[in-house]
C-alpha cells in the first residue's frame, strides 16, 4: 500500500496544471462552445500564451519526416510522445545530465460527422549540470571538480506540440511553441511530486516501484534509437509505452493504440506523465518513468513503469496507486 500522503500530494502536483503556462487550460479556456474554427481556437490556446514563441509546424513536420526510416516499418505509428521528443531533440543541443518531464493531454473534436482526437504534449527540460557541479564543488572543493561546460551549458527550456492523426501518421504535427524557462518558474517547477532540480529526494521515495517483467524490445525503432550506448528517449519512451499497454506490436511493429480519456480527466488536463533523466550518477545511465493517471478503475488512480539503463544492462518495475 502506497502512503497516502504521497499519494495525495501527487495528485495535487499532477493535476495543478502547468506553472508556465498561467494555468492555462485549468482556466477552462478550451470548454467554451465552438464551431468550424474549434481547432484553430484550440491551438492557438496551447501555443501562443504568455512567454510562448510559435515555431511554423511545417519545416519542424518535415525535419520530422526526414528522420523517420520507413524502410524500418511503423513509421506512421510513432505516437505523440516519441514524435514530441524527436522534435524537441531536433532543434535543442544535447546536454549530458537532464531531467525531462512530459506532460499529454487531449481534446476530443466532434463535428461533420467525424471524430478527431487532439494530442497536446508538452516537453520540459531541465539542466542539471549546474546543481550536480554545486553539489560537487560543495563536497571536493572548487580546485577539485571540472570546470562548468563539462557539467554542460544550457537553458531550461520547454516546448509546446499539437498532434491530430493524418496523413497516414498517428501524430502529425500542426502546431509548436518554445519557451525558455523563468528561473523563477524553474524554481517552483514540479517532477513527479518533486522539484525539478531536486538532487536530494529520489523516485524511490514517493512510489514503491517492484520488480517487473520487461516489455518486448525485439523490434527495430523507425529512427535513431541508441545515443551514447544507451537508449535514446524517444525508444526508452516507446517501450515504457508497450509495458503500459499504452501501445502494441503489431507483426513486429510499434504501434501507437491511442489513449481512453478519463471521465475525472477534463478536455486538455495531463493525464499521462513521462519523466526521463540521464547522467545524474557517476556512471553513465538513464531513469525513466511513465505514468497513466486519472483511470476509469474504482480501484485504482494510476499505474507507473520505470525502466532504469546502464551500460549493457536494463532493468524494470512497476506501480500500482490505489485511490
Known sequence: MFPRLAVALLTVNLLAGNLLAGNLLAGNLLAAPAAGDELHT????????????????????????AGLNEAAGGAGSVGP????LL???DRENDLPRVRMLVRYGQVTLRGD?????????????YNLGPALRAQAVEEYGEDNVDEVAAFGEGPNVAWRYVFVPGQGRAAELLAAARQEIPDSDTERADCLGRGCLDLAVPLDELVRFDPAEAPPTDWAAPYPAEENGLASPARATAELELHLGVATLIEGEYDWNGLEQPESAPDGTPFLFLQFEKGLGQDEGSDAVLALTELNDAGLYAVWSRRIEVPGSVSWFGAPVRR
Do not use: C
Not at 510522445?81 to 514530441?84: G, N
Open 81 to 84: 510522445l516519441e514524435a514530441a
Open 87 to 89: 522534435l524537441f531533440a
Open 113 to 125: 460527422g467525424k471524430t478527431r482526437v487532439v494530442s497536446l504534449v508538452e516537453v520540459e527540460r
Open 42 to 65: 484550440l491551438v492557438e490556446a496551447y501555443t501562443d500564451g504568455i512567454g510562448w514563441s510559435p515555431s511554423e509546424a511545417g519545416p519542424l513536420a518535415k525535419a520530422l519526416q
